[in-house]
Structures are given as structure tokens and as C-alpha cells.
């Protein structure tokens, strides 16, 4: 299996990775790492799924990356709370209360500085009334309260050239990656093919039918992994069958992905061939008939979080001109 790493399309038009900024889609944008059987050019009219939840920029007016100016931001937001509720559950946003603006200030010291962060999330993506709760389990973010008033950690800051990787539904990625997966096409090599009539095979005889790249009947898989975190999600795709058709040809033949895989030599067994008759000739000086070969295939997915499935059937089609030539022969005596 072929394995190579490669960039996945960002979920916004102009803003990349490495700054964290939101992208107009509203989310950051992220990567996926591809290992294995992968064609990105079927991914060029798809857009990424987007994420459960992402941190973004700050509501606060305050410069995220000056430690200072946003902690006498924060701690002015916390002080002009309506109701002494709020004020509470105010502090209980930040990791570990109104003490994670004397260590952002301190950590801001070292190296490049750090950078304030605050949760976003797609209400669209959660099922439960009380999405809090589902935020925590997805693993957005986690659980929290002050003087016994429950929250959820909303603001947390990062080391400035650290951009916090979005979480990102699994079954979603699942679907994208099986669309990323190349399924070879069927297109077909026969024999017998008389190449002084154009390639043309013969009516009323046995044709033998295989793929021209066995890959279009083998195994694909590949996996993909979102860059910065633990999440991937590995599909498979086994091939069920093999239909060769022409009805202009009289055709119709299913064959197993062996059989499609089976390639014409001298000497070797047909028994295990993909054979089909075609029962009329073609017009002569044209293409010939239209001969068309359709794989179906069967997918499963898994995921690093245990989670698996799988996907309904997909077939892929290959169409090619085929001639159908017919021999003709002269009695000229009988005994």
C-alpha cells in the first residue's frame, strides 16, 4: 500500500493553519494527514467537514497575545456581572478560576509569549438540550464551577506558536475520507483482440474480460488523521463483484474480483476466467458496441476513539468501445 502525507483543504478561503485565526466559515481552519489510497482531486468540489467545536479569538476586546491588558480586561468583564451568578460562573470560564490570569501573565514571560483562546462550537452538531454536557463528553472542553455554580472552561491560553486543533466529528471525517478514496476504474483488456480490425474480438466465441490494473479489483484502504491531534479514521473498501455488459452486444456477466483479475496468457485454464459471448457482430467501419464494467463495492470505517461502521454500496463504472467481427469461410466440396 502506497503511503505518502499530504494537506488536506482548509475550511476557509484565505486564512491557513499556522495562525489560528477564524476562517470565514466561521471555524479554524485545520489539515488532514493521508496515509495510503488516496486521490484528493475526488475531494476538489467537497469541502471539509466542519468541526464540532474550535477556539477562536476572544470576544474580549483585549489583545489576546498581552497577558496584561487581558487580564484588567477579564477581570473588569468579571466585575461588571448583571447578577452575582453570573459573576461566578464568569470566573469558572477560565482553567481553574481568576488564578489563570496571574499564570497566563507569568507564562507570557517566557519564550514567545502565550496567547488567550475561547471555545466556539456548532449548535448544529449537538443533540443534547443541555449541549454543555455533550461539549465536556466530545472532549471540546472540560467541566467546571465556582462557589458551586457549573460551567464549562470557555478561555484557556496556549503558548503563542501553539494553535489548539479543533475536534472534529468522526463519523463526518468518515464520510470525507471515503470520498478521498480511490476506487480505480474498471477499464478493460480482452482477448481474443485482432489488431487488424481494430482490436475487434469475435461473435459466438468466448471472450476473455479482465481489468486493465488489477487495483481496480484488489483492497484500498487509507487513513486519515487531522495534524496536531490523536483523532484518524481508517477506511477499507473490499470489491464484490464485477459486471460486464453490452446489450448492444447481447452481454451481461457478473464475475468475481478474482476472475476480473484473471488476465489472458497462452496455456492457462479458463475455468477461473471472466468469459462472456457476445451474440451479434458489430457494424463494420464504426467504434463497435459500448462495453461497460462495473465494480461494486463494500466499505467499513474505524476510528481511534473505537467508534466504526459501515457505508452503503458504491459501484464504479469504465465504458469502452469494443468491435465484434465475424469469420466467414467458403464449402467447396462435400463427401
Known sequence: MAAFVGAGHPAGADVGEADGEETPGGFSAYVI????????????????PPPVCWWGRPD??????????????????VAAAPVWDEGY???????GGMDALDRAHEADQVGLGIRWWQLRYDHAQLRDVDFTGELVERGCTEASS????PAIVEYRYRPVTEVPPPVVDVESLARYAYVALDLVLPTLEWNPRISAQG???MVNLPTWMWVERGAALEQRSLRARVR????WVEVVAEPQSLVVSSPDGGVSKRCTPSEGRRSFAVGRDDASACLVTFLRESATGGDGFQLRAQTTWRATWRASTGADGTFDLMTITAETPIRVASTQSLVVDVR
Do not use: C, F, M, N
Open 199 to 201: 482490436g475487434a474480438t
Open 146 to 149: 465556582h462557589q458551586s455554580v
Open 33 to 48: 494527514d493521508w496515509e495510503g489510497d488516496v486521490d484528493l482531486s475526488r475531494t476538489a468540489g467537497v469541502s471539509l
Open 60 to 77: 474580549l476586546a483585549a489583545d489576546p497575545t498581552d497577558a496584561g491588558a487581558w487580564r484588567e480586561a477579564y477581570t473588569a468583564h
Open 228 to 231: 496536531g491531534t490523536d483523532l
Open 89 to 95: 460562573r464568569r470566573i469558572a470560564r477560565l482553567p
